[in-house]
Nanobody, 129 residues
Framework: VQPVESGGGLVQAGGSLRLSCTVADNTFSASSVGWFRQVPGRDREFVAVINFQGATYRGNSQTYADSVKGRFTISKDNARNAVYLQMNSLKPEDTAIYFC??????????????????WGPGTQVTVSS
């Protein structure tokens, strides 16, 4: 079942947005939940991923792309079947369609597009300069 994103919009550079991803079911199929982004004419780019099911493994339950480290934070709320992406200090180059994706893979943390099985329709984030 596809996850569903929400929370995109238009924001000025330096501002913040929080994206939400609702995972349809709290099962093995969503052991990890990731965020990717894509601009027209370019490949989909990894942003962040978090282990959604189970206990933290070796303490590395989430990871980020270098381009967003220190600005974006991924978190989860298992009771709500939700994963969030808090985006702070946004830059015009963060403008993209943001996608949420799920995978049964738990370890190592998946970061490649091909490692994810189910994708949401995407939500547009536009950062004006």
């Amino acid at each position: 079942v596809q996850p569903v994103e929400s929370g995109g919009g238009l924001v000025q550079a330096g501002g913040s947005l929080r994206l939400s991803c609702t995972v349809a079911d709290n099962t093995f199929s969503a052991s990890s939940v990731g965020w990717f982004r894509q601009v027209p004419g370019r490949d989909r780019e990894f942003v962040a991923v978090i282990n959604f099911q189970g206990a933290t493994y070796r303490g590395n339950s989430q990871t980020y792309a270098d381009s967003v480290k220190g600005r974006f934070t991924i978190s989860k709320d298992n009771a709500r079947n939700a994963v969030y992406l808090q985006m702070n200090s946004l830059k015009p180059e963060d403008t993209a369609i943001y996608f949420c994706a799920t995978t049964p893979q738990y370890f190592p943390l998946p970061t490649l597009e091909r490692e994810f099985a189910a994708w949401g329709p995407g939500t547009q984030v536009t950062v004006s300069s």
